[in-house]
Each structure stands twice: as C-alpha cells, then as structure tokens.
C-alpha cells in the first residue's frame, strides 16, 4: 500500500496552514496511487521481489526523524528501505520511505517529472529490500539497478548520479595556489 503524508500546501482563512488529503493531494503533486502501485509491482517483479511492500510518501521532516531514529544520521534522505523479518519473508517484503521534497529538487536537477523521480526512488527501495547495497557491494547493486532501469524505461538513477558526480569532482583540476 502507498500512503500520502497530509501536506500543508497553502494558507487557509485563518492563516494556518491547510491540509490537502485525499485525491486532491494526489492530484496537487501530479501522482496516482494506482499508477504508482501498478509501477511497483512491476519493479518488484522485475527484481524478484516477493511480498507486500508499504510506501510512505512524505516530507524532509519525517525522512530527517526516521533517518535519525533508524540509522543514526541526522539528516533528511530521498529513501529509506526497511526490509522485513526473515520469517515473514515472502508474505511480506517490507517498508520504503521516499521524500516528496527531496524527489522533487532531484526530479528538477536532471530534467524530469516526480512521477519519474519518485520511480527512480522505488526501485532503489526495492533493491535495498532485496538486501543488495551500493555502499559496500563493489558495484553490483549500480549494474542491477542501470539494468533494471533501462529494463523499465527510467532515466538515470541515484548511483548513476552519485557516480558521475564522483567523476566530475576527481576530474576537476585542482586549484594551483602560487
């Protein structure tokens, strides 16, 4: 199931914040939770993810506290994977936390819409609940992940980014101070 966070979008009568719910909140950011779960089921397939997976789209705020409470950093992130128990492995595949605020800056950053940027997030998610990790893996979740986007027709995704941007900084001659 995928969860929209309420977000406060603008200022009501009285001057506090109002939140939009329901489909009208779907429809302010340009997302469909049906579109979004039939994409997920078949990222999930084409990985060989088995069991249910929970989706919480939210803001900065809540990726920041969960970031902090779960991994110990303080600092907001565009996804968060929380695989599942071994025993429920199977039934249950586990959680995915995506920022909204954040996949909208990286959607901006390389040209696309939420939509794809919120995708792009999904799959990763699903990766890491796979159990695979790009931090300590020596590239094999970079390659799983190039392969599975081209696979779904999705633009470059976060270890694509991440390695270029590497690239570029290594590339960049340093500064000759005379």
């Given at each position: 199931m995928i969860t929209l966070e309420p977000r406060r979008v603008s200022a009501a009568k009285d001057g506090k914040p109002a939140v939009v719910v329901g489909s009208a909140a779907w429809k302010t950011l340009g997302l469909s939770r049906a579109g979004l779960?039939?994409?997920?089921r078949v990222a999930q397939?084409?990985?060989?993810?088995?069991?249910?997976?929970?989706v919480l789209l939210?803001?900065?705020?809540?990726?920041?506290?969960?970031?902090?409470?779960?991994?110990?950093?303080?600092?907001?992130?565009?996804?968060l994977s929380f695989p599942c128990l071994a025993e429920?492995?199977?039934?249950?595949?586990?959680?995915l936390a995506i920022s909204l605020e954040t996949a909208q800056r990286q959607a901006r950053e390389h040209?696309?819409?939420?939509?794809?940027?919120v995708r792009v997030l999904l799959l990763h998610g699903v990766l890491h609940l796979l159990g695979m990790d790009h931090e300590t893996?020596?590239?094999?979740m970079a390659l799983r992940e190039s392969h599975l986007r081209a696979r779904l027709r999705l633009p470059d995704g976060l270890i694509a980014r991440s390695?270029?941007?590497?690239?570029?900084?290594?590339?960049?001659?340093?500064k000759v101070r005379p």
């Open positions: 779960s039939r994409y997920l397939k084409a990985a060989g993810l088995q069991g249910e997976v929970d939210a803001g900065d705020r809540t990726l920041r506290r969960l970031n902090r409470e779960f991994r110990g950093k303080d600092k907001a992130t565009d996804v429920t492995a199977g039934e249950y595949a586990g959680d040209g696309h819409t939420l939509r794809d940027e893996d020596g590239g094999t390695s270029r941007a590497t690239a570029k900084t290594k590339s960049k001659p340093s």
